[in-house]
Nanobody, 126 residues
Framework: QVQLVESGGGSVQAGGSLRLSCLAS?????????MGWFRQAPGKEREGVAAIDSPLGTRYADSVKGRFTISQDNAKNTLYLQMNSLKPEDTAMYYCAAFQGLCGGSWRRDYFYNYWGQGTQVTVSS
């Protein structure tokens, strides 16, 4: 079982930055996982924001491309999401997720992932 714990959320003004972290632990976790960040705003469906796997690199939703950067530190078993130039529409609960395999064409679909964190709230004010 893999456990994921997010941190780093908070409240910022538009144009500001935040860095989210997701610490992974548990039996079987390794760098050979597809790791993703999702978000869910009130009344909206959960959407994939970014994903990373070691061989193939990073993927981003068009809405965050150029503003968000996903990365991972395998020595620390930690996934990051650097969020710059934040907008009010980025306000949501952010979740990290893990799939035991490579990211594929379904990386933005929540059913693709085996494990989920509890989420961290990001609020961007105008």
């Amino acid at each position: 079982q893999v456990q994921l714990v997010e941190s780093g959320g908070g409240s910022v003004q538009a144009g500001g930055s935040l860095r989210l972290s997701c610490l992974a632990s548990g039996y079987g976790y390794s760098s050979r996982y597809c790791m993703g960040w999702f978000r869910q705003a009130p009344g909206k469906e959960r959407e994939g924001v970014a994903a990373i796997d070691s061989p193939l690199g990073t993927r981003y939703a068009d809405s965050v491309k150029g503003r968000f950067t996903i990365s991972q530190d395998n020595a620390k078993n930690t996934l990051y999401l650097q969020m710059n130039s934040l907008k009010p529409e980025d306000t949501a609960m952010y979740y990290c997720a893990a799939f035991q395999g490579l990211c594929g064409g379904s990386w933005r679909r929540d059913y693709f992932y085996n494990y989920w964190g509890q989420g961290t709230q990001v609020t961007v004010s105008s």
